[in-house]
């Protein structure tokens, strides 16, 4: 039988038979061989024994039961858009695409009460129509709520922590088809912030929101020297600070927001511009003929960086400044390091590139995120510099990753769970304090190890049960 591909993004054709995404009458559930999940950055694919799209928390119960009692793995997968194997597993898959209700908004409160398989994209609007928003976005919006807050998706503030760090709650469904509320009172919450998908399947969660502002975005571009030098004052000069810096240009870009009651200039055409002519387009192209032709990718980068790092200022809407259009295809590592140790890092990797005369072509990307307590979150205890090494396929990858992967790791990265990411226990317990924690949760609500997959069985240590390979 033939397999359909299923490429979650916003471009993307919907696995099985195409239907509009919220049109489903009712939940579905799609056999052996009918469907290939395929990541947004066609790096991982898999061929789950079924694939099921319930739309209650009933569903999911029964679901979880059947595959406990038939001794199968099952995954819960988000959007897609995770570049490490975390989502998928070669038994069952359960997406929540069609579980994406507003359940409870309690305004006095500032808090919200989704489900899990809500896409970002979805839950600003409907914040925005009620005149809220999150305090903290990252990149894009696509993600559905649970698998954002899986991986600790971030966007860039020392004043604000990661989306997991926003969580006041979460209901579960364990891998025995129990239905578990963790609240603040529960300790166990503060594993369940940043879940990985290892500890049951997330049907809803609780959000903290703040009544809705516009936001001042500033862009100015600043010799690379001095923002190592100042990186930490840098990081500290706004509510949200973000560089990007394309080698081997001299030059970042500095992107600064501030609060403002200034006149909203935001532009969406000029949005949808930047992603499907600039992005989809041209910067595409660019990069093809960069991968064919590599000298010319030095060249192409100075002109892009004349072309696109100059002041610039606009205001609006936190889900509109603060993401940015959707790029091109392409493949990211991140690491977390202490802050003190940022601007460290970003000079280790203009040193690794100018050393090895690589031939970059995405930007380096540098953000900032207050510390917090999630058991596995990237800025557990302490707060981070994210440094987002990016490149496109080409010859020079392999060895930017590696090099970049050795020196980040070297100054106490932690990786970030969503990206390109290798990783044993031994350096889990190094990295993370309280990682025994998360394991001795995990291996509580999940005793069969049902929800691992090949990642989390490197990142947890050997399931409690072994499972056959086919299950894996
Ligand atoms: C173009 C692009 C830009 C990005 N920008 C950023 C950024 O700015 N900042 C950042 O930090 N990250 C960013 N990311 C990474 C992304 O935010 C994370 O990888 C995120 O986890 C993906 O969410 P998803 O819904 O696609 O989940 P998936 O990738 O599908 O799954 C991620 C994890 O969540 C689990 N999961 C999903 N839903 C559930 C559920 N309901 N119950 C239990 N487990 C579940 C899965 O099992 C898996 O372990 C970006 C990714 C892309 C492709």
Known sequence: MMRRPFMPGPHAPMPGPHAPYH?????????????????WSQTVSACPLAWHEPRSEE????????AD??????KAVGSGHSWSSIAVTAGEMICLRRMDRLLVLDRSAGRVTVEAGMRLGKLVQLLWCAGLAPPILGSILEQQVGGAIATATHGSSLQHGNLSSLVMGVRLITPAGEVLDLDERDERLQGARVHLGALGVVTRVVLRVEPAFLLEEEVLPLPLPEAIERLGQLARSAEYVKLWWLP???????????????PRSYRRWAHRLD????NRLLFAGLLRLGAAVPVLVPPMNRAVVRAY????????APHEVLPVAMPPR????EYAVPLELGGEALRGLQVLIRQRGLRVNMPVEVRFVRGDDAWLSPDFGRPSCHLGVYMAECSDLRAYFDGARALLRELGGRPHWGKELSITAAEVDRLWPEAGRFRALACALDPRGRMRNELLDAVLGPAPEPTSAAMR
């Open 309 to 316: 790092f100059k002041r610039w200022r606009q205001v609006g």
């Open 59 to 66: 569903e999911v119960v029964a679901l979880v039961r059947r």
């Open 69 to 74: 009692a038939a001794g199968r793995r099952v």
């Open 275 to 278: 992603e499907v002519v600039v």
């Open 23 to 39: 049109a489903g009458p009712a939940s579905r559930t799609l056999h052996a061989m009918a469907v290939r999940f395929v990541n």
């Open 248 to 262: 081997p240009s001299q030059d970042v870009a500095l992107f600064r927001y501030r609060r403002t009651e200034a």
């Open 330 to 333: 392409h493949r990211e590592m």
